[in-house]
Nanobody
Framework: QVQLVESGGGLVQAGGSLRLSCAAS????????MGWFRQAPGKEREFVSA????????SYADSVKGRFTISRDNAENTVYLQINSLKPEDTAVYYC???????????????????WGQGTQVTVSS
């Protein structure tokens, strides 16, 4: 059974940084596009970033461009999300997701993803 396990969340002051990790198991990691989504209290889950399986191309939501960086280590079956200049509005549960191959144009769509993690809480205090 495929597992995605997020870690690295926590409580941080505005302006701070965090590095989220998502460790994948029981899948051919290099064949999966990996995405990060987040869900704030009372809001719908939204796309944050994705990194393509084949060439490592990345995609970001406009709200996080320039502050968030997604990367992957295929040897470690892990995807990372470096979050800098945190804002209170970044407070959310952050989820990673895996999609077998896929087209970059679809990466922001939740329903295309095959597997999801349980999430890690990020709380930003002002």
């Amino acid at each position: 059974q495929v597992q995605l396990v997020e870690s690295g969340g926590g409580l941080v002051q505005a302006g701070g940084s965090l590095r989220l990790s998502c460790a994948a198991s029981r899948l051919t990691f290099s064949s999966y596009t990996m995405g990060w989504f987040r869900q704030a209290p009372g809001k719908e889950r939204e796309f944050v970033s994705a990194i393509k399986w084949s060439d490592g191309r990345t995609s970001y939501a406009d709200s996080v461009k320039g502050r968030f960086t997604i990367s992957r280590d295929n040897a470690e079956n892990t995807v990372y999300l470096q979050i800098n200049s945190l804002k209170p509005e970044d407070t959310a549960v952050y989820y990673c997701a895996a999609k077998y191959r896929g087209l970059i144009a679809t990466f922001a769509t939740m329903k295309v993803y095959d597997y999801w993690g349980q999430g890690t809480q990020v709380t930003v205090s002002s």
